[in-house]
């Protein structure tokens, strides 16, 4: 049990660069599972449509203050008017994504709220250390409008994670950052 210790190694306030980043570095992993996790705050309607049109079977999450009618509220974001959606709002979209089928059409379909996109899989055993990759903890996080893992406040800028096992240290991140023309950009954080 535990979590991944997740560096950040690339931040931009660009969109496309930072999931060009994202995209070398999960050509890096040795494997990869077969879904990408995908989490969107959506703030208006339009955002909404855009995020459940990508999404195979988005679950949609009230966001902030949550009490009551709105705790028991379900929206079906695909199929339900344009009112219930607003009176919904702000939603957190979520949902599994087949590997291959995320491209540009995500950019697109991105909002002003904070963003991730989680590519979990497995790195390759290191030859300097001796040590293997992880399939439980290691991977790629691309998070939009955000510098932290967990969404703590929305910046204007795009942070790209390396996730690895706990026992992995500060080496093998900048050696992965650097791969990519990325450096280790600030303190470790508690990842997936």
Known sequence: MGHSRAYPVFRTTDPAEAYARAGRLVALLERLDDTVFVEAEVRTVAEARRMAALLPEPAADPLGPVSGEHLLREVDV?????AEIEAALPLCLSGDIPVGTLGEDLLRALGEGTSSVDWHGRWP?????????SHQ???VQLVFHGEDVQWAERTPHHTVFVHLDKREDLTRARALAALV???ILG?????W
């Open 78 to 82: 695909a199929r339900a008017e344009d």
């Open 125 to 133: 055993d290191d030859r300097d250390t001796g040590r293997p990759g």
């Open 187 to 191: 303190d470790v954080q508690i990842g």
């Open 137 to 139: 903890y290691d991977g």
């Open 181 to 183: 023309g990325g450096e």
